[in-house]
């Protein structure tokens, strides 16, 4: 039947998106869930652990993936204008925060990697249990919630190939404007680990 | 484009691929269906296969199997029967088949979404086989991968759990197809209370399909870190919880099994009003009852947890909720049985499947009640009594449906009739093999029988005896059962285009239904079930 | 008819709006960052959460288009989050009386 054009559907794709994102919330919801109870039994240890956070890079990253919604959101927009080389500048941005969020992620990691500190790492089991699972779900936490960037990151890539090409245009966007929705659901994630990793000491 | 589609059956090859590609590579959902329903059947015959080896082992133990072996077969054979078989079931086989075209389209949703979750199962399932035989050896953890031993044995669990997570992303991207489908393409006057029923369980498991899975998924990664990077959420000795895992992991798992029912109710509801000549009785009762069984079904979970060491009052919120679940499942069965009353029955096989779920998922959830209740579970819990339980629930329902739905869509999918009487001898060889097989485990559980263990004291051995001998009954009806089925497909007589009378869009259309099912998209204008004409 | 309405599909949301909604994000960033810092002592992680939600809310309701999706749409969202927060819920049930 090759392409079966005669579904096109963008509501049937809306939906389909939403559905995606609402398992995708359940999916997060469960590491959310072992973070409450971990930080329940263990405040204190939580407390003391959560200092040793970047609260500055922190902020940036946070700012980073702000802005980088604000952009994808605006390129649906130029691209419902029908203002195609606006969408693919706004696209591209899109992606540059992306990767800057990511090289940021990485120094971050490499930091406490350096000190000794990463999962089962002998350095870390000499700390107290809370601070064990602290830093347990905070590799965990981000480096799962890091490759849903990098994947987003990948498909707004194809986006902008799909945009410059025709492929989306004012008439058939849903492929951009899903992008758009699970971009800005990998960025609401982060508006929540954000505070739970580097504000709570 | 529908002007050329062609009205040959589906399976008559067009486009550009041949052999074995032109299934693979198909978007058409009637193939696809066929191909998770071959590749099912052969799961299931695997894990049957395996259960008949686990009864054997039992009545002489330590002579056939070891114990290390012992763990991996019945972890291989809840494995398999679990993911493979029968969650994924009635939903990708008879959903894909037939959702569509009871709803009046010409195909699902997403036809390529559907098609990669097809890939995926087989990816699944690949992963899972060759966990069998890679170092390390098969999965000896049970089905339920329990931390913290899952995290530490040698087996290779990374794998197989790697293959589980991929069928529960296959199993998310059905459901969410499914339930998309139903929101976007039923034909015009096909409303929510004009669905056939079948159409309405399968949009409750979609849900739950999409609601439950993730959770699985997230369980199924930390026991992956776990094992990989020796991150210890599950570890005691590293502040980690062991029972936070059966929580995550029973709030999928419950769920899962209402993914298992659910449709399966849903084929019971669409055999017995055709084979009665009756409407459905309470339609609208019949259908809120599948979304309140899927609802409630996902805050019960703990009761699979009540000697884990939870706390008392989780154990008491969570054998209350339990008993909530008894009340929409009594619905459906007062409903059928409703059904039935004054009705001209016509005992053709999928009814006689249908009537025998009614009664085996009776026991299966009457015994449901037994172990529901706080107090006798302590004493019945990890015992043969659950096993029992749950092969009446597991087998006795889900299993039968699937039986009954072979047996009652098998005209339709392959446009052959199969011999009536093999069918019911089978059957009721198949029903006496399986009363023998596990009800003595109901008796053997009561007694104290503990499950999964690999010998026991002299006393057992009688009960173990009639379970294995049930085994090889209940073995010898489904032989027959498929060897009919099987030689029908090949050289049956042709199949009318409505064997049964029934009254649902999909015997409105040739059998086997041509690519793109409609020539003409109908016009529905009036319930389901209307025996009246 | 059996198809639900197709909605304002064509709704453009002005470049302006978006960005008053990120420029408040920021705001709402920093307000978050300032609470942190002064001790609030055991309210602190109780208000950015707060705070974290307001930010979800924006993102939801204007970069997701909530605001003009159907009433339908929203409750189904709305309905994903009972169903994580009853699993939470329960399981604290656990957690806390254990």
């Given at each position: 039947m090759g392409d079966s054009e005669i579904h096109k559907d963008r509501m049937a794709a809306k939906y389909g998106i939403w559905f995606f994102l609402f398992t995708e919330i359940l999916f997060f919801g469960g590491m959310f869930l072992l973070y409450s109870i971990f930080r329940y039994r263990n405040a204190g240890a939580f407390h003391i652990a959560a200092a040793q956070e970047d609260l500055l890079l922190g902020s940036i990253n946070t700012a980073v993936l702000l802005t980088s919604s604000f952009f994808i959101a605006s390129a649906i927009s130029a691209v419902k204008r029908g203002n195609n080389r606006l969408a693919i500048l706004l696209q591209g941005l899109t992606v540059l925060l992306g990767a800057v969020f990511l090289v940021i992620k990485y120094f971050e990691w490499m930091e406490k990697i350096v000190r000794g500190i990463y999962p089962n790492s002998p350095v870390l089991l000499k700390l107290s249990s809370g601070e064990v699972l602290f830093f347990g779900l905070y590799y965990v936490m981000t480096g799962i919630h890091g490759l849903h960037v990098f994947i987003g990151i990948t498909v707004i890539s194809f986006m902008i190939y799909f945009t410059a090409t025709g492929n989306i245009t004012r008439k058939d966007y849903a492929k951009l404007e899903n992008t758009g929705l699970y971009w800005h659901f990998v960025d609401i994630v982060w508006i929540y680990l954000f505070p739970l990793f580097y504000l709570i000491t | 484009m529908e002007d050329n589609a062609s009205r040959e059956p589906y399976y008559v090859n067009r486009g550009k691929y041949r052999g074995i590609l032109s299934w693979l590579m198909s978007t058409d959902h009637k193939r696809i269906g066929i191909q998770y329903l071959i590749a099912l059947l052969t799961f299931f015959w695997i894990g049957v296969l395996l259960g008949l080896l686990i009864r054997l082992s039992l009545i002489m133990p330590g002579k056939i199997l070891s114990q290390g072996t012992y763990n991996q077969v019945f972890s291989v054979h809840g494995i398999i029967m679990i993911f493979l078989f029968i969650i994924p079931g009635i939903p990708v086989a008879f959903g894909n088949f037939f959702l569509p075209i009871m709803i009046g389209a010409r195909d699902v949703a997403f036809p390529r979404l559907n098609r990669f979750a097809w890939w995926l199962y087989l990816t699944g399932a690949a992963l899972v086989a060759l966990s069998l035989f890679v170092s390390g050896g098969a999965p000896d953890t049970g089905w339920t991968f329990y931390a913290p031993y899952s995290i530490r044995t040698q087996a290779n669990i990374t794998m197989a759990v790697s293959g589980v997570f991929v069928l529960g992303f296959s199993s998310i991207l059905t459901g969410l197809n499914f339930v998309t489908t139903i929101h976007r393409l039923r034909a015009p006057g096909m409303t929510w209370f004009r669905l056939p029923m079948f159409v309405w369980t399968v949009y409750a498991t979609g849900w739950v399909q999409m609601l439950a899975t993730p959770v699985l998924a997230i369980t199924l990664v930390f026991i992956i870190l776990g094992r990989v990077f020796g991150v210890g959420f599950f570890d005691p000795s590293k502040g980690g919880d062991p029972i936070l895992y059966e929580h995550l992991f029973w709030t999928y798992s419950h769920p899962a099994v209402y993914i298992m029912v659910l449709p399966a109710m849903g084929v019971i509801s669409e055999v017995i009003p055709v084979f009665a000549r009756k409407t459905i009785f309470g339609y609208k009762a019949v259908a809120f009852s599948a979304v309140g069984i899927a609802s409630v079904g996902y805050f019960v979970w703990g009761h699979h947890m009540f000697?884990?060491?939870?706390?008392d009052t989780a154990r008491i919120i969570f054998s209350f909720i339990t008993f909530l679940v008894a009340v929409p499942s009594g619905i459906k069965i007062f409903n059928w049985v409703a059904t039935l009353y004054k009705g001209s029955i016509v005992l053709d096989s999928p009814l006689i499947f249908a009537l025998s779920f009614i009664f085996l998922f009776s026991i299966g959830g009457l015994t449901g009640l037994i172990i529901g209740a706080l107090a006798p579970n302590l004493h019945l819990h990890g015992t043969y009594f659950i096993v029992g339980h749950f092969h009446y629930v597991m087998f006795g329902g889900a299993g039968f449906a699937i039986l009954a739905a072979l047996h009652y869509w098998f005209p339709k999918m392959t446009g052959k009739m199969y011999n009536e009487r093999p069918a019911k001898i089978g059957w009721l060889i198949l029903f006496v093999g399986f009363n023998l097989l596990y009800f003595s485990m109901f008796v053997l559980g009561y007694e104290g029988m503990p499950r999964r263990y690999f010998d026991y004291p002299p006393e057992y051995y009688t009960g173990h005896l009639i379970s294995t001998i049930g085994s090889w009954i209940l073995a010898t009806g489904l032989i027959i059962i498929f060897t009919n089925l099987i030689r029908s497909a090949f050289k049956g007589q042709e199949a009318p285009m409505n064997p049964w009378g029934g009254r649902g869009l999909e015997w409105t259309i040739p059998s086997p239904p041509p690519e793109e099912n409609f020539e003409e998209i109908p016009v529905i204008d009036k319930a389901p079930y209307r025996m009246d004409g | 008819m059996g198809k639900e309405q197709t909605g304002t599909e064509e709704h453009i949301v002005s470049y302006s709006t978006y960005a008053y909604v990120w420029l408040a994000l920021l705001v709402l960033l920093g307000a978050t960052i300032a609470a942190a810092r002064i001790e609030f002592s055991r309210y602190s992680v109780l208000i950015n959460l707060l705070i974290a939600t307001v930010k979800a809310l924006l993102v939801v309701v204007f970069f997701m288009h909530m605001k003009y999706e159907k009433r339908f749409l929203r409750g189904l969202l709305i309905m994903s989050l009972l169903t994580l927060g009853s699993i939470i819920a329960l399981t604290f049930s656990d957690v806390w009386y254990r």
């Open positions: - | 000697t884990s060491g939870m706390s | -």
